[in-house]
């Protein structure tokens, strides 16, 4: 049995055809369903008629890189609502190669947080994009 770690993946974004980096995390883009179930006479029990599937929100975060990231950062803010983005997944092995078929989560951009500002804090600076999935992992 071979296990992996959280941070055994390559996560890249692409948005309207434009290729932005690496990044260290994504949560969300769980896939679910609104099941229907039904509950016939003669005290049978329910039987589930299965239901639409749904993908949950894909939030995207990493390092903001001060000479990369702010050349970009207006573009990507100007794409919020309407940017059609592309979220690739790829699982990698313990040497970093690319290991079988990625996940692939389109959509489109929500939500662009730059990094947050705190005068007290020596935290990482993170940008985060959020896309709202349409249509099926592949």
Known sequence: MTGTRKDQ??????????????????????????????????????????????????????????ERDTAQIHWLLSRVGKGAVVVNKQPLDVDGNAYGKPLVYRGILKRVLPPEVDSTSTDAAIIELEVTPAGAVT
């Open 9 to 66: 993946y390559d996560v890249t974004v692409t948005v309207d055809g434009r290729k932005f980096w690496t990044w260290d995390v994504l949560t969300g883009g769980e896939t679910d369903s609104d099941q229907l179930t039904y509950k016939p006479g003669g005290m049978a029990p329910a039987v589930s008629l299965g239901g639409t599937v749904t993908v949950g929100q894909v939030i995207c975060q990493k390092l903001y890189d001060l």
